[in-house]
């Protein structure tokens, strides 16, 4: 079996102490390709070395996350256009709308939203959005963006089955990991109304890890969890949803 983790944080620092052996274990579970989204500029060089030293499994995205959309962000927009204008990547992301934490760069965070958009259309990429507490201004910004050259991943998506819907109507895969495992998770009570080729696997790691797991330091060997829950969901053999899941993530990605 092959899976594909469609978003993993490879570079957090707690991967500082046994990153070789976690990428290990995520190959031995058949998890041989893992995408790295962008957070902002100081993470850029550290992306490249993990390229550098697992080039057969890392694959980059670029991009601004919106909770780093700070007073200095047209600087790190031009940062994402001068990467994305030099070489080689997977998908624009993780951008988006994130109202949780803090609203007072809520206009900064829709104007890199959309510019954002703008540069993965150019570059015909697809993009990874991160969505919290801003379900309604982060619809806002991709129907005014709606074509058919837009394209990506729902990243981390828990919203309701009519969010879920809308997402999927404007060219969007559900990015779908540890929280469907969860109890209160709630996604787990309509996903198999959502067809399977609409899901991807993702493990957002070190974050979200997946029952029993929960609480703990999440890593992209634990998709394996994920998928047999939705073997369950599904009612398919686990075979299956890893060879969906997979095809499902080329058609974003490219590969």
Not at 80 to 100: C, H, N, P, Q, S
């Amino acid at each position: 079996m092959i899976f594909t983790d469609t978003h993993t944080h490879l570079y957090s620092s707690q991967f500082q102490e046994d990153r070789n052996e976690m990428m290990h274990r995520a190959v031995e579970a058949g998890v041989s390709r893992l995408f790295v989204p962008s957070i902002d500029s100081s993470y850029t060089q550290k992306m490249y070395d993990l390229e550098s030293q697992f080039p057969e499994n890392v694959y980059l995205m670029m991009g601004l996350h919106p909770t780093y959309v700070k007073e200095n962000y047209l600087e790190e927009l031009a940062h994402v256009e001068t990467e994305l204008a030099k070489r080689k990547f997977y998908a624009v992301g993780e951008i988006g709308m994130d109202l949780f934490w803090d609203k007072s760069f809520l206009k900064e965070q829709q104007h890199a939203f959309q510019h954002q958009i703008q540069l993965a259309k150019k570059y015909q990429l697809g993009i990874n959005i991160h969505c919290r507490d801003a379900f309604d201004e982060t619809f806002e910004v991709l129907e005014s963006e709606k074509a058919t050259d837009l394209f990506g991943i729902f990243h981390c998506f828990t919203g309701d089955l009519e969010q879920a819907q809308r997402a999927i109507s404007l060219g969007m895969k559900l990015g779908i990991g540890g929280v469907a495992t969860f109890k209160n998770g709630k996604i787990d009570q309509f996903l198999n109304e959502i067809e399977l080729q609409h899901i991807v696997l993702e493990t957002d790691s070190p974050y979200l890890a997946p029952v029993p797991h929960r609480g703990k330091r999440n890593e992209s060997s634990y998709i394996t969890l994920v998928a047999e829950k939705l073997s369950e969901i599904y009612n398919l053999p686990i075979e299956e949803i890893a060879q969906i899941t997979t095809e499902n993530s080329k058609a974003i990605f490219g590969i």
